[in-house]
């Protein structure tokens, strides 16, 4: 058993004031929880909404209509008929009556009742959590931990007699939690900042652009503690440049950014591909061209991050599939870029980063940072050797004997600045190489659903929770469906289809974008086609409701 609440409202009224309560209390009384924000590109205003799914069992996706509907402001009433469940609850404040059109169950709260508990006027949101744990079955004793360091004492005691009060309103219709296990909850960008500190991040170079800003947030609340520098520079260029100098000194080094940021890293990148400068560039995605929707989710900037800078070079693509994914493919990602001395670019987007989904704590006995330096002195030590795709580094001061030189050009083993023919084809050769090692060492795809499909859904990056919450769907129909999800986007072995593809299987592409980007890149790279695709690009995340119901469109056509 799941349910979903929304609680929407204007920017400024608390909505993740509200929706960060609900998730804390109901995670600490067991529950799984998948949350994403909705929000405009705006601080005040506007219209903005927190979808919380909750279940018993894991809950891997979003969904479009809620179970409980709290209302924050007038239009927020207006807009509930379209978001709300035929069988589910509308609570809003008792003033509002006159905006609805839902005809299901309301809840209003007395205005003038709660007037007489706080005169904040955005107290209201502090009811609604109270009715939303008395709904699930919490203990009253639970709303106690209602408490935040940044508000005055006063402040605190509002907010706790306001969600109690809320809590004496409400009935409850408890659905029993699962609370077998130890659990924690994360956004998609604190994962990426986690996984990197994990990986003995040193220095973070951005320029704020939602919506990776909150790798940066994360990472510079822990500066101190951590012992790393996090620098927000002028552009994005800076960024990009301060991060490869910094790794081109021997730090590890990462920056963030999102599509129009990571256009003006395209340069840069192809100067640390050349220098062989391992660096990590995570690029969450937004809609675009230019500004796009700079708040919304898509995955359209695949075909441009494989190919960006000019020239040939090896590099690799990660796309991670959830939140803990995020965690361990971004600490994976400097272990890899330092091994074949690459850039690696993590590519998340606005849903995976801003969805807080309860996970298992991450196991850290299980990772091994891996410098791949060569430490010891060399008088014959080439820092390009030709022969050498991965390994063998070192950087200046590592070893106080060896001179070590980097350069933009085409450069000799050592990096001397040459226009040779022959040093020119061997270094070429070396990036090709590089290639197809890194294609060996790379993840294949996760497969999930009926082993008797006759129907295999392809899909990279997020889309695997929505996607595999409707292979689930469609199998308890009846349906022999199954889907095979990629982290690892970029390079493509040519035979990674092989163990899944047969001449009675359809194949449906599975993207957040227009144009099947991953889709044609599986085609150039193994020559297997897909029959059908299902497409979003409105700026919204896939629902499992989403793609099933396009399956059965495919399917009866």
């Known amino acids: 058993m799941r349910k979903t609440i929304i609680i929407a409202g204007a920017a400024g009224e608390g909505i993740n004031t509200v929706e960060l309560y609900v998730e804390k209390l109901l995670k600490q009384e067991g529950y799984e929880i998948y949350a994403y924000k909705n929000y405009m590109s705006r601080v005040r205003g506007g219209y903005n909404y927190s979808t919380i799914t909750i279940g018993q069992e894991r809950v891997y996706s979003t969904e479009s209509h809620a179970d409980i509907f709290i209302a924050l402001n007038a239009e927020a009433v207006e807009n509930a008929s379209a978001q709300i469940k035929a069988d589910g609850t509308l609570i809003a404040l008792s003033g509002l009556k006159s905006k609805h059109d839902f005809e299901g169950k309301i809840i209003w709260v007395d205005e003038e009742e709660l007037k007489n508990i706080t005169k904040n006027k955005n107290s209201f949101g502090m009811v609604a ?252 030590y080439k820092r390009y050797d030709f022969e050498n795709i991965s390994g063998n580094r070192k950087y200046p001061g590592l070893d106080s004997q060896t001179l070590i030189m980097t350069d933009s050009h085409v450069h000799d083993e050592y990096g001397k600045v040459t226009e040779s023919e022959e040093m020119t084809i061997a270094l070429k050769n070396k990036f090709l190489n590089r290639i197809e090692a890194i294609k060996k060492e790379l993840s294949a795809p996760e497969f999930y659903g009926s082993e008797n499909y006759d129907t295999l859904f392809l899909s990279w990056g997020s889309t695997y929770g929505a996607l595999r919450e409707a292979v689930d769907e469609l199998n308890s129909r009846g349906n022999e469906v199954a889907m095979i999800s990629f982290t690892d986007v970029f390079p493509i072995r040519e035979n990674v289809l092989e163990p899944f593809i047969r001449p009675d299987v359809r194949v449906i592409n599975v993207e957040g974008n227009a144009m099947n980007q991953f889709g044609k890149i599986l085609r150039m790279e193994t020559g297997v086609k897909f029959s059908h695709s299902i497409n979003r690009y409105d700026g919204r995340p896939f629902t499992s409701a989403f793609i099933a119901e396009a399956y059965e469109v495919i399917k009866n056509d």
């Open 129 to 380: 959590v109270g009715m939303i744990i008395k709904w699930f079955g919490g203990e009253e004793s639970i709303l106690e931990k209602i408490n935040n360091k940044k508000w005055s004492d006063s402040i605190n005691s509002a907010n706790k007699a306001c969600a109690k009060w809320g809590y004496e309103q409400m009935e409850s219709v408890h659905m029993p939690a699962r609370a077998d296990e130890e659990r924690i909850i994360l956004n998609g960008n604190q994962a990426v900042a986690l996984g990197a500190l994990s990986a003995g991040l040193g220095f973070y170079c951005a320029y704020p652009m939602a919506p990776s800003t909150g790798i940066m947030n994360y990472l510079a609340a822990q500066e101190k503690k951590m012992n790393i520098v996090v620098e927000q520079a002028e552009d994005e260029i800076a960024a990009a440049m301060s991060a490869i100098g910094s790794a081109s000194n021997g730090v590890r080094s990462m920056t963030g950014t999102s599509g129009g940021g990571f256009a003006l890293m395209v340069e840069s990148i192809g100067f640390a591909a050349v220098s062989e400068v391992p660096i990590v560039i995570c690029n969450v995605q937004r809609p675009g061209p230019a500004t796009g929707l700079p708040t919304r989710t898509e995955q359209a900037d695949l075909a441009f991050v494989v190919t960006a800078s000019q020239g040939e070079f090896a590099r690799i693509v990660m796309a991670p599939r959830t939140v803990s994914d995020a965690y361990y493919s971004t600490f994976r990602a400097f272990n890899l870029a330092e091994k074949y001395q690459v850039p690696v670019i993590i590519l998340s987007d606005q849903l995976l980063a801003d969805s807080v989904q309860s996970i298992d704590r991450v196991d850290t006995s299980s990772l091994k940072i891996q410098r791949h330096l060569k430490e010891d002195f060399d008088p014959k």
